[in-house]
């Protein structure tokens, strides 16, 4: 979210930029001049100049002057002066949530240009911080609410997401946002039981989106039980109906009768994958080895080919393809695939 600072309209100021520039020259201490003036120049992108109005006075700034300094620092990509005059203000007035949301923002920019790890990962602590003081001061400020969020799930930081989602929750109500992450990142990170649980209720809430579908699946599958594995085929077969264009759901439907070493099938589904997605590495890879195993090396062959140049990784696999080829006296072909595979990086 973009945190807009106020800007006030030049149809307010009486004077023109010759006549402030003329006060300010008698009597240089004039803040209420170099506030007007400074708000004309960040009309005109003049931030050099806002700095020079403006940072010297900081002690006699109110809000709208710290507000126009620091979105001149920001523009000037100077992020550690737009912290420190932000927290000057924060200071002063720390019941304010808004000067708290502004320092949070500058943290996280000035993280974004930093390359040092350890003040990268320090900054984006200070920022946090910030951002979990406005909630305690608004409990329902919502963009504070989903910059945190982004900030803990850019961080992979995720039982801190997990905990703020269901406080997001009781807070907002059971959004269908808020559930669709929740069943993500338990289904990735092996909490089963929640997993199935959220995504379940996510798809209650949204049935027309379809990656909570997989996820369900993944999940079903992991409790490794019979009755689950079969309600996880069913629903593979389900969703893939329902999102004909979703290449991750083809592809998950697809992977899911490959592990039962049904190719014919999952060949279907991950020719659907690869329509939805003509350049997705993971389904021309399952492509490619669905069509191997079920006799059809020549035709696996270019799907090997389009898989490695989206993932490299993919060569181990390519080479061992290769390999059963030539033992099996397909010499020829076999020679392709190792050629291409050789070719893989």
């Known amino acids: 979210m973009a945190f807009v600072y106020l800007i006030f309209s030049l149809m307010a100021f009486a004077q023109t930029d010759a006549q402030l520039e003329k006060l300010i020259a008698s009597n240089p201490d004039n803040v209420h001049a170099r506030l007007r003036l400074a708000e004309i120049r960040l009309s005109q992108n003049k931030f050099k100049e806002v700095v020079e109005l403006l940072n010297p006075y900081t002690d006699q700034l109110k809000g709208d002057g710290i507000r126009a300094l620091a979105f001149a620092y920001s523009n000037l990509k100077d992020h550690a002066n737009e912290v420190r005059v ?105 909490f089963i039981v929640q997993a199935i649980e959220n995504c379940s209720k996510s798809i209650e809430l949204s049935p027309n989106y379809p990656d909570h579908y997989v996820y369900l699946i993944q999940s079903l599958l992991d409790k490794k039980d019979q009755k689950d594995d079969v309600k996880a085929e069913r629903l593979a077969v389900k969703a893939a109906k329902m999102f004909p264009k979703s290449e991750f759901v083809q592809w998950a439907a697809g992977t899911l009768f490959f592990r039962k070493k049904n190719y014919a099938v999952s060949s279907r589904y991950f020719k659907a994958a690869v329509k939805a997605k003509s350049d997705s590495a993971r389904s021309h890879f399952g492509l490619a080895q669905s069509l191997y195993e079920s006799g059809n ?46 070719n893989c990086r």
Not at 96 to 116: F, P
Not at 157 to 173: D, P, S
Not at 299 to 306: D, E, G, K, V
């Open 86 to 190: 932000l927290t000057m203000m924060a200071n002063r007035d720390e019941e304010n949530y808004e000067w708290h949301m502004l320092l949070a923002h500058a943290y996280l920019k000035q993280a974004n240009l930093t390359t040092d790890l350890e003040r990268h990962e320090s900054l984006i602590t200070s920022g946090i911080q910030r951002l979990r003081r406005v909630l305690k001061l608004q409990p329902r400020y919502k963009p504070a609410f989903d910059l945190l969020l982004k900030t803990f799930l850019q961080q992979k930081t995720h039982n801190e997401a997990r905990e703020l989602l269901l406080e997001g929750i009781k807070h907002f109500g059971e959004r269908p946002e808020l559930y669709r992450e929740l069943c993500r990142i338990d289904s990735n990170d092996g």
């Open 297 to 342: 090396e020549a035709q696996a062959l270019n799907h090997f080919i389009a898989a490695c140049k989206g993932d490299p990784t993919v060569g181990d696999t390519f080479h061992t393809a290769a390999s059963r080829l030539k033992q099996k006296g397909n010499k020829e072909l076999g020679s392709k695939y190792s050629v291409a595979a050789h």
